[in-house]
């Protein structure tokens, strides 16, 4: 059965230029100038020093090793996680990007949309006492893998181009004006990204690299003890470390043991959510909303990362309005009842499984199984809407309009 955590990678060293660093942080590694970018999967899967943590990590890699250590900035911000984002090489092609202000997307690589932004954010954040990602540094890509060898960005463009112009005499061959079209539309396009964007590999500096979305897949005893096992162990290195929980004035947490479904029943439906709640409202109080509060861009900790997409009033932006607010709240209760996986035959999540002995059954569902996992859902988002509810108000916040999540 093909592995789903912690994939391991065929690599190669491609030439760089640092653009920036961030001098805030207190970084026990030193990186080297040639960056390491994946060029295929690997067979070897244990003991393999670079490794994509899951499908849903689509252009970074990450060092499982660096887990053995914890670091921190200039703020007592803590990480325990190093990944290298915008170095999937294994097959480089443009797509169209809603999401993107350009319209389009390198696969696997990374432009220069919100490296200023979230270089800014993160700082922000983390002086207010919000742990987060952090862009450690930036470097800019002076090759490419591709065809089996590598090659230099501006080769790499021309040729892209060149495919193009291909693609669009082959439609004019066949008569195929549509076509023709199209490609000549698409060419113009990438033509107008090329000149807006370089690409770059950004280095962070993260609290964990498994999100939510990593927890929702869990399917075997063996995916949600190699996910949940190093999760559990930097909460409490984290907890041990600073007498308190994640964030200022909050609660320092009992200590969380993996095999043992009560504590794992504590931190999925009691402690995670409430921090999820509370960073949420501390975030929002900072005039900050991030758009996209997904289960991919929230880890599995209960911080947000991901920063490119945040927008306020320290970012100089529009001030956010309530609706921004209950947007991001939103996005996070359907994280939240994400995280708790399928009931589709064959994808239920064994995070339920292991925690439904301990659950009271729904009696609106007969499957058991849906049942935990339903239990599971309500339990979660009742403790996120409570605590974010409880903490806005501490803050003397204005309540949200509407139940949204």
């Not at 942080?25 to 960056?35: G, H, L």
């Not at 006492?129 to 952090?134: C, I, R, S």
């Not at 935990?372 to 403790?383: F, G, T």
Request: hydrophobic share 35%; aromatic share 10%; charged share 30%.
């Amino acid at each position: 059965m093909r592995e789903r955590f912690y994939l391991p990678l065929e690599t190669a060293l491609v030439r760089t230029v640092q653009v920036s660093r961030d001098p805030t942080v207190r970084s026990p590694f030193v990186t080297q100038t040639k960056a390491v970018v994946a060029i295929g999967r690997a067979d070897v899967v244990d003991g393999y020093p670079r490794v994509q943590l899951s499908d849903h990590h689509g252009r970074a890699i990450i060092d499982p090793r660096m887990r053995r250590v914890l670091w921190g900035d200039q703020y007592g911000t803590l990480f325990g996680a190093k990944d290298w984002k915008g170095t999937i090489m294994e097959q480089v092609v443009i797509h169209d990007d809603s999401t993107s202000p350009y319209g389009l997307r390198a696969q696997g690589l990374k432009d220069n949309i919100g490296l200023g932004r979230i270089g800014e954010a993160s700082r922000i954040m983390r002086e207010n006492g919000l742990p987060t990602e952090v862009l450690v540094r930036v470097r800019k890509l002076r090759e490419i893998w591709i065809g089996g060898k590598l090659v230099p960005v501006g080769e790499w463009k021309a040729g892209y181009l060149k495919s193009l112009d291909q693609d669009i005499e082959v439609a004019k061959g066949y008569g195929k004006r549509a076509r023709e079209g199209w490609f000549r539309k698409k060419k113009r396009e990438v033509q107008g990204y090329f000149k807006k964007s370089d690409f770059y590999i950004i280095e962070r500096d993260l609290q964990v690299g498994e999100r939510l979305c990593d927890i929702g897949e869990l399917r075997t005893e063996d995916d949600f003890t190699r996910v949940v096992a190093p999760i559990f162990r930097w909460v409490n290195a984290v907890a041990k470390a600073k007498g308190r929980g994640l964030m200022p004035d909050t609660e320092q947490p009992p200590r969380f043991d993996y095999s043992q479904a009560p504590d794992v029943k504590r931190y999925f439906l009691s402690w995670l959510p409430e921090q999820m709640g509370i960073y949420l409202a501390r975030f929002h109080a900072l005039k900050l909303f991030h758009n996209y509060a997904t289960n991919h861009n929230w880890s599995a900790v209960g911080v947000l990362c991901d920063l490119d997409s945040v927008r306020g009033v320290p970012l100089g932006n529009r001030a956010p309005r309530l609706s921004d607010y209950e947007r991001d709240c939103t996005w996070t209760g359907q994280a939240i009842k994400d995280m708790w996986g399928s009931h589709e035959e064959g994808r239920e999540n064994y995070l339920v499984s292991f925690l439904a002995p301990l659950l009271d059954p729904d009696p609106l569902y007969p499957d058991p199984k849906m049942a935990a996992a339903e239990v599971c859902k309500v339990m979660s988002l009742r403790r996120f809407n409570e605590s974010y509810r409880q903490e806005r108000a501490r803050l003397g916040l204005r309540p949200l309009h509407a139940e949204t999540f």
